[in-house]
């Protein structure tokens, strides 16, 4: 990554038709994050405002848009990574900025202009975030927020009472999509997309009722929305690739511009607007996240060309700040405890209040036994329990892999033959920085790295017979050349090549997750790969006579409903596969190359249990029977769900890992790979050992650790004594 990737960039943008070429000039400043949204703050010292998205660095930043200055850095919240943050106006006379931290999924509200957070607003939601959206009801003048996440909104009220400011959650609602961007008329018409997805829309109300989920257009792909409020009425700015499109309120298309001077520019979303004038912006600013061959980074340019090919009239009046209502009339009634709306003589409560009057505070499932309901949807959870209803079982890690690598992703467990002590974890680098597997010791210790063709998912294979003799094999998808890659593992759990250990995919074909299977019956040893398609190709893995790895495609079929697909594990005694649809569910489906190419859904997103996305899927069997039990990882809320291992696969519990404030090791925050075994191992794990990729590994001191981590748990702390004893190892 270039130098612009830790800069805060201006450019100057000059605009034409889409058939000439338009020139961009960077000028870099002395900052440096990651960025996805950008929002503008308006005063009378307005603020660029953007998430930092790093992992060491994370919050958000606030920079000054006065154009008497350059786009100098006023503030660095380093409030955990983030994705959003945006300005919220007049809640109880202090504008507002808002955010999430993915490392604690709590939301926080700090002050626009001193930049202090306001301690007594903070609400966890838990989840993974991705955008969010305000709007101002013009009928009352309450503001609210939506946020958005894997496939459901969060919406909420965010308002002064008893001079205090509050956050309270509205309702939650499921949409077909992950959001990725959104952008808000005045009128409350919610537009939002995602990466090659439709453009939805939904009527934002003062009301608890879920609003109807719109299809409105298929043709429109952003990965950017903003808004631009026009004297005679709102226009949809659309960021597409390196062009800006601009659609008025029917969405027809009203112009649109090309960006050029960065190479192969990608807007990467977080398009937003000033409509203020200014001397060197007299018609306005817009600003996006960008990405190019080598950097990333944020853009703003004039808004002056966008208008005038658009054909739409300079609206440099509009303020936000401004009151929404001048006659205001408030739905949320004393009637309903000032906590729902009054409909018909009839409250609605707002999320976490109950009772003809809206009173009485309530939480989700009466906390589940394991808490007390202390606020609206707020439990007090029992020690050993946790999650918004207290049903986690919260574990602890005893151990966490020392800091490598960038993107982590996936791990897997060497079982040393006669030493199980001596047995070794392996894990995948899926970043361009730090790119390959890395090797540890039960007590986390880095051993060995090896580069590697950003490998996503690795399994073990063991006693593998490779030419005369037998190995033990790491195997995994590796996404930097699409290829299937073979490490073999020696006496010491330490990794070297082996012959033949890159293999072809077919041409074109993008490779994403994977796993292993051994048949029972055959003894042959098999490969899955799947893309992010959900195309999933089954290889045969044989040897030469003089030890050289050989593949052979042997079966094609499409997996789930044919959304992304990841995560999978193989029950090699029972002939099955279990595979992860990241947006759907978990899947089962026969592992034999002639076995059926329809699947069998064993677990749902949005049962109640299972969230979005799932990511990670493990096996723990029993030593004798087919009981055991099948792990899966909920990414959005950063959770482990259990399932039996035989059919009907029926729900057991669900856990999650949080701090071990003895030890000095941080909660697991948005979950990807797993692994776990059943096998004793040493003194620490002597039933066996669970292993999982921690996306944010928060340090001690403060901050977030740049490099990836994963965390080592007893087995017997998730199941509880008497489930492992009936694994029988």
């Known amino acids: 990554m270039g130098h612009l990737a830790r800069c805060l960039v201006w450019a100057s943008v000059l605009f034409q038709s889409l058939a000439q070429n338009v020139n961009v000039t960077l000028i870099p400043a002395a900052v440096g994050f990651e960025a996805d949204n950008t929002a503008f703050y308006y005063s009378s010292l307005p603020l660029l405002v953007a998430n930092d998205g790093s992992a060491a660095n994370g919050g958000f930043r606030a920079f000054s848009a006065r154009q008497k200055t350059r786009w100098d850095e006023l503030a660095h919240l380093n409030t955990g990574r983030s994705k959003v943050v945006l300005p919220v106006y007049d809640i109880g006379g202090r504008d507002l900025l808002v955010t999430i931290a993915a490392t604690d999924s709590v939301m926080r509200a700090f002050d626009a202009n001193s930049f202090v957070e306001i301690k007594e607003a903070e609400k966890n939601i838990l989840g993974d975030w991705s955008t969010l959206c305000s709007w101002r009801s013009t009928s009352s003048g309450n503001s609210y927020l939506f946020l958005f996440g894997k496939k459901m909104v969060v919406q909420l009220l965010i308002r002064s009472q008893h001079k205090r400011v509050q956050i309270l959650e509205v309702q939650t609602f499921t949409i077909p999509i992950e959001g990725e961007s959104c952008a808000t008329f005045l009128d409350g018409s919610v537009f939002f997309s995602a990466e090659d997805q439709p453009l939805y829309a939904f009527a934002a109300s ?30 949809l700015m659309v960021a597409e690739g390196a062009t800006l499109k601009v659609y008025d309120h029917a969405l027809n298309q009203k112009g649109a511009v090309e960006l050029f001077s960065i190479s192969n520019l990608s807007i990467e979303g977080g398009l937003s607007i000033l409509q203020s004038s200014s001397r060197k912006y007299p018609y306005g600013v817009f600003s996006f996240a960008f990405e190019d061959e080598e950097d990333t980074g944020i853009a703003v340019g004039s808004l002056e060309n966008v208008l005038a090919v658009s054909r739409i009239r300079p609206n440099t009046k509009f303020d936000p700040s401004k009151k929404a209502c001048r006659k205001c009339t408030q739905p949320i009634s004393k009637q309903c405890s000032n906590n729902g709306y009054l409909q018909r003589n009839s409250c609605q409560c707002l999320a976490g209040f109950d009772g003809e009057d809206c009173s009485k505070v309530t939480c989700q499932n009466s906390c589940s036994g394991h808490g007390s309901c202390v606020g609206p949807y707020t439990c007090k959870c029992a020690q050993g329990w946790a999650g918004p209803d207290c049903s986690f079982v919260a574990v602890k890690a005893k151990f966490e892999t020392d800091a490598n690598g960038g993107d982590g992703d996936d791990p897997a467990i060497w079982v040393h033959p006669t030493r199980p002590d001596q047995s070794r974890i392996v894990t995948t680098t899926k970043s361009e920085e730090g790119a390959g597997f890395a090797v540890f010791d039960l007590k986390g210790s880095l051993l060995q790295q090896v580069s590697g063709e950003e490998p996503n998912n690795v399994d073990i294979i063991f006693n593998f017979t490779l030419g005369a003799g037998t190995t033990d094999l790491t195997f995994a998808a590796c996404r930097g050349d699409n290829t299937l890659c073979f490490m073999k593992i020696n006496s010491t759990g330490l990794l070297g090549p082996v012959e033949g250990g890159v293999q072809p995919t077919p041409e074109n074909y993008e490779v994403y997750g994977s796993c292993t299977y051994r048949s029972p019956t055959s003894g042959r040893q098999y490969l899955f790969v799947n893309n992010k398609d959900a195309e999933y190709l089954q290889y045969e893995l044989t040897s030469t006579a003089n030890g050289t790895l050989e593949t052979s ?51 749902k997103v949005g049962n109640g249990t299972l969230y979005a996305d799932v990511e990670g899927v493990t096996l723990v069997p029993a030593k004798d029977s087919s009981d055991g039990y099948i792990f899966v990882s909920s990414q959005g809320r950063s959770a482990y769900l259990l399932y039996e291992r035989a059919p009907p696969h029926a729900y057991v519990m669900q856990f999650t890992i949080v701090d071990n404030k003895e030890k000095g090791i941080d909660h697991v925050s948005n979950t990807d790979g797993i692994a776990a075994i059943g096998n004793r191992l040493n003194s620490d794990f002597p039933k066996g050992l669970f292993v999982t990729h921690d996306d944010a590994n928060e340090l001690t001191g403060g901050g977030t650790a740049e490099q990836a981590s994963f965390k080592l748990v007893s087995l017997e702390d998730i199941l509880g004594r008497e489930r492992v004893e009936k694994l029988g190892y």
């Open 553 to 603: 495609l042997v079966r094609e079929f499409t997996g789930g409903s044919g959304g992304q697909v990841e995560g999978c594990v193989a029950d090699e005694q029972q002939g099955y596969l279990f595979l992860g649809e990241e947006p759907e569910g978990l899947w089962r489906y026969d592992a034999e190359p002639d076995g059926s190419p329809t699947g069998v859904q064993i677990a």
């Open 206 to 235: 003062e009301s608890t009722q879920a609003p109807r989920i719109k299809t409105v257009s298929e043709n429109i792909p952003a990965l950017g929305l903003a808004v631009y409020h026009g004297s005679a009425g709102d226009f």
